[in-house]
């Protein structure tokens, strides 16, 4: 009896440990920056010194760090310009530009020191890499401190960040400073720059930047010095203490962020406005013919915006948020973005939603935007389409996705598909990225509502968000919290739809008499499976609807509110290409049949998803 019971301890404790170990946390590393920089407006160009600790919260010893420094993809013949004139689609912003920069004109960013705990270390600039062999590794769960020295020129404007763009901003101040590579569970994520996505540590920043006073900036972070500034950052009734000798210092902290960016520019006009809910949200603009009516009119969206998302997709988890004139479009930044502003106002208003929703789904949420870019820009466009259809317009559209669907069939259709699993920098060209990402991803989340009903999949986005805030979540972490959800099985959806280029086509081949029923025979040509959702109009008008599962979603979808009454469930193996539904219904009392009326399966090929009865007057639409 006791060698039993110690057999079974044993036992018990192996496999609790086995458990344990099955079971490890997710583990990110940690970062602190202090920074402290001094720009010429002059000559572009700014020395920094960087104090950085770092944390490795990895199981792992790390015997290497890498930076990013980004500013040295503007110099001819960079990866970025090979790629640039090189890719058969370039970006119109880009092409060739960067090969015609002049000396004054390029980008640089370069590291003058660098010591690690106060000894100094070896590193070597490899294009927009700082490559840095440790002499004494970084131990799992330890702390150590980097110290740099840095110096760097403004690039004239190219792409998201740099100097004088199109529209006379002086600087848009974005990857400019060394920043530390992240490395996760799958090792270093070292990614020459060459124009495309971003992948950060969180942490916080505590940055200072000394500039001529005639100067106004904005960006990341909360200023810590208003009473030394002015500009409308002070409190009402606060007096400003007047700035001596030529320059002003600017003091921001950040905490919890990825990244930081600032912009600056003398003529901004700066407009300060605070919401019911704390947060105060910062426009800086060149005030002019071409911005002053519309900026004006911004100041009413942007508020609604920023509560739309918080209700829809989650808190905004800062106190602040600033929309800054700048950059080469629209581009996110942690608590700010750059946009450019001689818009008409629904494209301003378009843009500035595009670009504050990117701060639940790259700010917060952070996935890997270079591995799953359809993460941030899919689910940042669908966020866009849902709140500028409910805030903007009058008449809000009755479905607001319908470009991405559209974006996506073309994409489909044109023979350029690449799986949603391409790494951002390896897509064979840009329309292959920006359709897959944007529009296909986009319409990951509509077509979800489709399978698993849209509350649940609302519901879902907020459990998401909730759960995977500030923890750089992966595909498969999105489609558990969706089947938590709503309990059915979607592995089959992401295997499909974002690891293949496979597409659905779905057609009604033949409607029959067979009695006193119906007999209705379905077929899948394409070669992805989807439940269905098929709809039978009566001639009196009505309508009813038999819902056929995939078996292997091992469940239903629950009814939805403003569809048909379902009138049957029957279940379709995906192995079968074609099935048979059997109505209890005299054919002559059906007007027409049709798949998916509210077009919310992404199905290539409508023509063949509806049938009207002979005899019926109903036209096809």
Known sequence: MRLFLLTALVGSCCLSLLEANAQTSRWQQAVKYEMDVEMDVEKNQYEGQQNLEYTNNSPDTLHKVFYHLYYNAFQPNSMMDIRSRTIEDPDGRVKDRISKLSPDEIGYLKVNSLKMDGKKLDFEHVGTILEVKLDEPILPNTTVNFEMDFKGQVPLQIRRSGRDNKEGVRYSMSQWYPKMANYDDQGWHANPYIGREFYGIWGDFDVKITIDKSYILGGTGYLQNPDEIGYGYEDKGQKVKQPRGKNLTWHFKAPQVHDFMWAADPKFTHDKILTDNGITIHHLYIKNGKTAENWEKL???????????????????????????????????????????????????????????????????????????????????????????????????????????????????????????????????????????????????????????????????????????????????????????????????????????????????????????????????????????????????????????????????????????????????????????????????????????????????????????????????
């Open 299 to 621: 100041k009413e969206y942007t508020p609604k915006s920023m509560e739309y998302l918080s209700e829809h997709f989650g808190q905004y988890p800062y106190q602040q948020f600033s929309v800054i004139q700048g950059g080469d479009g629209g581009m996110e930044y942690p608590m700010s973005t750059l946009i450019t502003g001689e818009r008409t106002l629904p494209s301003l208003v378009g843009v500035m939603i595009h670009e504050m929703a990117h701060s639940w789904f790259q700010g917060v949420l952070g996935s890997n935007e270079a591995l799953y870019p359809w993460m941030d820009e899919g689910f940042t466009t669908f966020a866009t389409n849902e709140t500028m259809a409910n805030i903007f317009s009058e008449t809000p559209s009755e479905f607001p996705q319908r470009g991405s669907y559209a974006g996506y069939e073309r994409l489909a259709k044109s023979g350029k598909e690449e799986p949603m699993t391409t790494h951002a920098d390896h897509y064979h060209s840009n329309y292959a990225y920006g359709s897959a990402a944007y529009s296909k991803g986009a319409v990951f989340l509509v077509q979800l509502g489709y399978i698993i009903g849209e509350e649940n999949r609302d519901k879902g986005m907020l459990n998401y968000f909730n759960q995977w805030k500030f923890k750089h979540p992966k595909t498969n972490d999105v489609v558990r919290v969706m089947e938590k959800q709503s309990g059915l099985e979607l592995d089959w959806y992401k295997e499909y739809w974002v690891n293949s280029t496979k597409t659905i086509d779905y057609a009604i081949t033949s409607v029959e008499e067979a009695g006193k029923n119906t007999q209705i025979t379905l077929q899948r040509n394409g070669l992805m499976p989807m439940p269905v959702d098929l709809v039978i109009t009566y001639q009196n008008g009505s309508q009813e609807m038999v819902y056929l599962p995939l078996v292997i979603q091992r469940g239903s979808k629950p009814e939805e509110a403003g569809m048909p009454k379902r009138i049957k469930t029957q279940r379709w193996p995906w192995t079968n290409i074609t099935t048979e539904v059997v109505l209890e219904k005299d054919i002559s009392d059906i007007k027409s049949i049709e798949i998916d009326p509210s077009q919310r399966m992404a199905d290539i090929n409508r023509e063949n998803n509806k049938f009207i009865i002979e005899n019926s007057t109903e036209e096809i639409q």
